[in-house]
């Protein structure tokens, strides 16, 4: 079964670096997105992604964050200066056009910032 | 306010029990979906529910909505020991895309 795939399982890094976290969306889904969660609190949205623009972003999306579909395959999220506050799961999601509802998650990037 | 909430938080029970999780949400929806997450991993779709349905079935499980008490309930009959995960009902609250994940029941199947 057709699956995203996300890079790195785990990311460290130091406040103020950047990272970029990888993902490979199913290959027939045109529709994107980052959700992340903070230990024991809540799924939430960042980003959408459709059509290569944004088509949707939360307030947790700001200046440092940004997303790109580089090539036909992957789609990043980068944050350009990490916060201890950024340490979440990040989990990219795709969904087909047929059924655009139903989103199918990746396995996450765990961000530790220290 | 907060859309979707859960309850109970944490559900412990045995094999072979119905397990009923309920949801809350405050907006008007477009639908309703049910996700699931076991420990450490992605969330995996389980089911959707319109909101100009009252009831969906898929194995299992099954799905109420009602629009009146914006509300949805999860019942999961003769559970297994491997449906113990993290369940999250998301909302579509209308022209957007964004799902609004609530804040998840944990269930607990003991063998």
């Known amino acids: 079964e057709p699956e995203v795939t996300q890079t790195p399982s785990h990311q460290v890094t130091q406040m103020g670096q950047e990272v970029i976290l990888r993902c490979v969306p199913i290959s027939n889904h045109l529709y994107f997105y980052w959700y992340r969660q903070i230990l024991g609190q809540k799924v939430e949205f960042l980003v959408s992604f459709y059509n290569n623009e944004i088509s949707e972003k939360s307030e947790i999306f700001d200046d440092q964050f940004s997303v790109e579909r580089p090539d036909g395959s992957n789609f990043t999220l980068k944050i350009r200066s990490t916060k201890l506050e950024d340490s979440a799961m990040y989990f990219c999601?795709?969904?087909?056009?047929?059924?655009?509802?139903?989103?199918?998650f990746g396995s996450g990037t765990q961000l530790s910032v220290l | 306010s907060q859309q979707g909430e859960e309850d109970p938080q944490a559900l412990s029970i045995q094999e072979g029990e119905n397990a009923t999780m309920n949801c809350s949400y405050k907006?008007?929806?477009?639908?309703l979906q049910w996700y699931r997450q076991n420990s450490g991993r992605g969330l995996v779709h389980l089911i959707l529910i319109r909101s100009n349905e009252r009831e969906k079935h898929s194995g299992r499980l099954r799905v109420t909505l009602d629009t009146s008490k914006k509300s949805s309930s999860l019942l999961i009959t003769a559970s297994r020991a491997a449906d113990t995960a993290s369940y999250f009902c998301a909302t579509s609250p209308g022209i957007t895309d964004k799902l609004i994940f609530g804040t998840g029941t944990r269930l607990q199947v003991f063998p």
């Open positions: 907006t008007s929806i477009n639908n």
């Open positions: 999601a795709s969904s087909s056009v047929l059924q655009n509802e139903k989103l199918f």
